[in-house]
């Protein structure tokens, strides 16, 4: 599965406005609060910062303060940009605009999820909703749109082109196109759409759904796991349907009965009002392209994507079901043998049932590698994992991290490193690294680039990397995350384009991660291990065998899991073609046709959140993007730390940002078209 895709919490102008037409994950979370007051014009004078120190904020209003004044720049920016000439002029003010935008909002909002006075959080929290309400007006904002759809048939230069085509796209997407009627219908389509994603997840989360059970029930599960979960009235212990509770429970659960309850409580979550929130927001979506003068959602939606039709998207998943097919059924196969070995039954009385699989992964997971997680730690402490993964990217890519002394951070043990272009010995970004978990932060590890580089004006690249490590050290799995996030803030870093809006990770959504995903893989190279004692001499180097034996853990079961992330692909766009059909229908014919079938009584609709909000039409984009991590990786088939190889892909690819369109970004980088095959090759083996 994937990680979190938790990452550049930035606003960002023609994407967030192209987003908040497409679907509902650009509409604000909450409600927005009242127009702030209108502001006189005077004129702007710019004033392009290189560097700006990290804002620092001890109390709640100062937020509020901050963001007024931000808001109030913007506003009087978007007065000044209505009345500026097409072409150049425009799009230097627009361009302003945008990183303004940035510049006052960006790390700002980026603190609701780390900083550690919680009245801080809640502001910034606010902050980002006001700066969202201040999107979607200037999404709607006639006079700027005409200047956007003048300046893209003006200018001439590739790259000012595209910058204001994109620009325009995003106006284009928000409705402020379309004659008054549809236009008032597009926007009630967009304002209802984002009420029903919100309550889609709110069936979900709010019903917090616990599944009772007696400790005799409980067998094989780790008393960890169960010991202090609470208690329900007749002292049975109850266990939620989400996080690691859940999925140690199905692992490790010997009562199949059990097994059975749990997972068909967290089959089921969202209930069968979600059912008909789904089908409410499968028929708007498609009323909403069709208002756009498309035949459905997904038409809609992939044209702005590197897949750019339904048709290639289909063709795509049609071939990965192709190629995994019979390994998935060779999996299925060697469950029911595992089922029949642990029951001491024949593989004929043995039928595998969908709870069953987890439970049996996890025992022949274990058989096979006998993996011990927790055996990586001694070989990988924290601080030297991070200095680990940069000396990766310095060899790679001719750069320098440099630890700042007394910056300006948000807690305490945050960091702060200067990355230095090692040719020219100019420093071109930071990067804030916050590695411990402490109360109230984010709990997972993500990337907020909050910060684009541009190279029109003097302008660097900030981002932070948010990350929770076990001060004992890293597991394998651990250092691959952090290696992924790190790999989003490589992308920030390195980028150089000439605007900002264009910059790092602006890019469509299916190729966003393909770089991170990419980078996943360097952890289980042993030459790329063998870097870890040039940071850390002391270290002990890291086992080979356990490496190749985490490697083989790591693609077991990959015929059934893909088998599985194709079927809710394949469903996602078969509810968003022309058709829209009915949703619970749909889903039934479509797992029945699956080696384990479709259990009766079971609604998995009903919880896939995913494609209730931003990944509708886009779910595709998981294998997609590891389809174009897989192409690229083959440039460092025979070296993964090759200089020449980590150059072309720093020049092409990182660099260029949304500058370019993503196809021809790959093929600049592989020296020919973008291609599936080594995604296909990696399926078949
Ligand atoms: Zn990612």
């Not at 499968?282 to 038409?299: M, V």
């Not at 749909?586 to 998995?604: C, I, N, R």
Request: with cysteine; glycine share 6%.
């Amino acid at each position: 599965m994937k990680r979190s895709n938790v990452k550049a919490a930035v606003l960002m102008l023609a994407g967030a406005l192209a987003l908040a037409a497409t679907s509902a994950e650009a509409a604000p979370r909450k409600r927005a609060p009242a127009h702030p007051k209108p502001i006189p014009v005077k004129p702007v004078v710019e004033n392009p910062i290189a560097d700006l120190p990290f804002p620092r904020f001890d109390h709640g209003p100062q937020v509020a303060s901050a963001c007024t004044t931000g808001l109030e720049g913007a506003m009087l920016r978007v007065k000044e940009l209505e009345k500026r000439k097409a072409g150049a002029d425009w799009l230097k003010g627009w361009e302003a605009l945008y990183d303004w935008e940035e510049d006052q909002s960006g790390a700002l909002i980026f603190l609701q999820n780390v900083h550690p006075n919680a009245d801080v959080r809640t502001e910034a929290e606010k902050c980002e909703q006001r700066w969202s309400a201040f999107q979607t007006a200037l999404g709607m904002n006639e006079l700027v749109y005409q200047g956007a759809k003048q300046t893209a048939s003006l200018l001439k230069d590739p790259v000012d082109r595209r910058a204001a085509q994109r620009a325009l796209e995003g106006f284009e997407d928000s409705g402020v196109a379309l004659p008054r009627d549809k236009q008032a219908r597009a926007r009630a389509i967009a304002d209802k759409l984002g009420t029903l994603g919100q309550q889609f997840d709110r069936d979900i989360r709010d019903a917090r759904v616990r599944v009772a059970f007696t400790e005799a029930e409980l067998k094989g599960v780790p008393e960890s796991v169960w010991k202090d979960q609470p208690r329900d009235a007749d002292n049975k212990v109850t266990l939620p349907i989400d996080g690691p509770a859940y999925v140690t429970a199905m692992q490790t659960a010997e009562d199949a009965g059990a097994r059975e309850r749990l997972w068909r409580a967290k089959v089921n979550e969202g209930g069968p009002d979600n059912l008909k929130v789904l089908a409410q927001i499968e028929q708007l979506r498609l009323e909403q392209a069709r208002l756009f003068g498309f035949a459905s959602y997904d038409e809609f939606v992939l044209r702005r994507r590197m897949v750019e039709t339904p048709a290639r998207a289909t063709k795509f998943l049609e071939d990965v079901r192709a190629a995994v097919v019979d390994e998935d059924q060779r999996d299925v196969v060697e469950l029911r043998q595992a089922k029949a070995r642990h029951l001491g039954q024949t593989l004929e009385a043995t039928k595998l049932q969908r709870w069953d699989t987890m439970f049996y992964s996890a025992r022949l997971l274990h058989e096979r590698f006998a993996v011990d997680d927790e055996a990586f730690r001694p070989y990988f402490p924290p601080q030297e994992s991070l200095r680990f993964v940069m000396r990766v990217a310095e060899k790679m890519f001719g750069i320098r991290y440099d630890k700042v002394a007394d910056a300006n951070v948000w807690a305490p043990e945050v960091q702060a490193w200067a990355v230095t272009d090692v040719a020219s010995g100019r420093k071109i970004a930071t990067l804030f690294v916050d590695p411990y978990p402490r109360d109230g932060k984010y709990n997972h590890a993500a990337t907020w680039n909050y910060r684009n580089s541009a190279t029109s004006v003097p302008r660097q690249a900030q981002s932070a990397l948010v990350v929770n490590f076990d001060r004992r050290g890293l597991t394998l799995p651990e250092l691959e995350t952090l290696m992924h996030e790190f790999g989003h803030t490589l992308r920030n870093n390195l980028s150089a384009t000439r605007y900002a809006s264009d910059a790092g990770e602006n890019v469509v959504q299916d190729f966003a991660e393909a770089p991170s995903e990419m980078l996943e893989d360097w952890v289980y190279d042993k030459k790329v291990l063998k870097v870890f004692q040039e940071v850390c001499p002391a270290c002990k180097p890291v086992p080979d065998d356990l490496v190749d034996k985490a490697r083989a853990a790591r693609d077991f079961g990959k015929g059934m899991q893909v088998a599985r992330q194709q079927l809710y692909a394949a469903y996602d766009l078969a509810l968003h073609g022309p058709a829209a059909p009915d949703p619970m229908d749909t889903w039934e014919k479509m797992e029945a046709a699956t080696s384990l079938g479709y259990v009766p009584g079971t609604t998995f609709p009903s919880g896939f959140a995913h494609i209730a909000g931003g990944y509708g039409a886009g779910y595709y984009g998981y294998l997609w993007s590891q389809s174009v991590a897989a192409d690229m990786r083959t440039a460092f088939a025979a070296d993964k730390l090759d200089p020449k190889v980590g150059a072309r892909l720093r020049n092409s690819v990182l660099a260029e940002g949304a500058q370019k369109p993503p196809q021809q970004v790959v093929k600049d980088f592989l020296g020919r078209d973008a291609s599936s095959q080594a995604f296909f090759d990696w399926l078949r083996k």
